[in-house]
């Protein structure tokens, strides 16, 4: 139980190498195709996942967004989150404010509902 693992990754255009040589994003990249991977494998209607993109950067985010996206044909996903990218493409977006001291209040929003100006 106390012996390593050693896991090798190879990511879209890079070489293969040991994950502990990639960044925080290309791991938790390889991290999260595993788990999908897993899930797809054992499908289940809904996936909590909670700050699970937090260490991604820009581009790791567009792609975990598009990992999520097609993920989510087949899935419902609820996913806890603080990185504004991530919630612009959400389709219900959930949150607890607190206007007054110790008075929480749960909003909810529904993306489909907000038209814009031009």
């Known amino acids: 139980m106390e012996s390593d693992i050693e896991v090798w990754i190879q990511p879209g255009g890079k070489r293969l ?3 502990e040589l990639f960044s925080t994003g290309e791991k938790t990249l390889a991290a999260v195709a ?3 991977a897993i899930m797809k494998k054992r499908q289940s209607p809904i996936y909590i996942m909670d700050e699970i993109d937090a260490p991604l950067d ?3 985010i ?3 967004i598009t990992i999520i996206k097609d ?3 087949n899935s419902q996903i609820l ?3 603080h990185n504004r990218r ?3 493409e959400a389709h219900s977006i959930y949150g ?3 206007e007054e001291k110790g008075i929480s209040k749960a909003l909810s929003l529904d993306v489909k509902d907000i038209s814009v100006n031009e």
């Open 86 to 88: 991530t919630m612009e």
């Open 71 to 73: 993920f989510s044909k």
């Open 34 to 36: 595993l788990l999908l």
């Open 17 to 19: 190498k040991r994950m």
């Open 96 to 98: 607890i404010t607190m």
């Open 79 to 81: 996913l806890v989150t």
């Open 58 to 60: 820009e581009n790791n």
């Open 62 to 64: 567009e792609r975990f």
